[in-house]
């Protein structure tokens, strides 16, 4: 049972774009700035793609941004290409006293 | 460039021990956070440990609470994990994570190193 909830799976066509839902509550997503994403291919470590919900790192690329809305961030991934097949993972800084920062279960990208 | 590797994972029986170790260099690691996170098999991320840049604040996930002790050496760069009375749900590949700010992103991660604990 992970704090933050994403799809499972998302997928789309090369080109086309897709987004990916991570919801929270207000002692997390909602409460703080702290929301950032990444992107893991199979056998990898996780690579920081988002910060601060909206802020890309330096190499990033720009097909990537981030948003918030209440309790629930947002990962786009514009113009769909191979690569990006990957799991997703959000994560948030929370105020719970029995932890620090929660993840995501997780999103499987399929580029069709 | 950073870099950041973790060692000594393995295969232990359940209730063994081990000491993870996380060398780094490329960076002042004084000066930064740093975290542990472990990845079940086919599963999704969790966050195990937190450690301020001076090590006299720490914080771990319930789940190895009691049982996990997380310390630092930064004169030798190195970030560690002490993991006692192992579980089976142990198993995972363990990754050290370097830390922007409290609470930030993780901004740059070790390879990990997988932990089996069977009998």
């Known amino acids: 049972h992970s704090a933050l909830t994403q799809p499972a799976s998302v997928s789309g066509s090369p080109g086309q774009s897709t987004t990916i839902s991570c919801t929270g509550t207000?002692?997390?997503?909602?409460?703080?700035?702290?929301v950032s994403w990444y992107q893991q291919h199979p056998g990898k470590a996780p690579k920081l793609i988002i910060y601060?919900?909206?802020n890309r790192p330096p190499g990033v690329s720009n097909r990537f941004s981030g948003s918030k809305s209440g309790n629930t961030a947002s990962l786009t991934i514009s113009g769909l290409q191979a690569e990006d097949e990957a799991d997703y993972y959000c994560?948030?800084?929370?105020?719970?006293?029995?932890?620090?920062?929660?993840f995501g279960g997780g999103t499987k990208v399929t580029v069709l | 460039e950073v870099q950041m590797e973790e060692s000594g994972g393995g295969l232990i029986q359940p209730g063994g021990s081990l000491r993870l170790s996380c060398s780094t260099s490329?960076?002042?690691?004084?000066?930064?956070?740093m975290n542990w996170v472990r990845q079940a098999p086919g599963k999704g991320l969790e966050w195990v440990s937190y450690?301020?840049?001076?090590?006299?604040?720490?914080h771990y996930a319930d789940s190895v609470k009691g049982r996990f002790t997380i310390s630092r050496d930064n004169a030798k760069n190195s970030l560690y994990l002490q993991m006692n009375s192992l579980r089976t749900d142990d198993t995972a590949v363990y990754y050290c994570?370097?830390?922007?700010?409290?609470?930030?992103?993780?901004?740059?991660w070790g390879q990990g190193t997988l932990v089996t604990v069977s009998t």
């Open positions: 601060d919900v909206s």
């Open positions: 207000s002692s997390d997503v909602g409460g703080y700035n702290f």
């Open positions: 490329g960076f002042p690691f004084r000066g930064y956070r």
């Open positions: 994560k948030s800084y929370t105020s719970n006293n029995t932890r620090y920062v929660v």
């Open positions: 450690i301020s840049s001076s090590g006299s604040t720490k």
């Open positions: 994570a370097r830390e922007l700010e409290y609470g930030g992103p993780f901004d740059d």
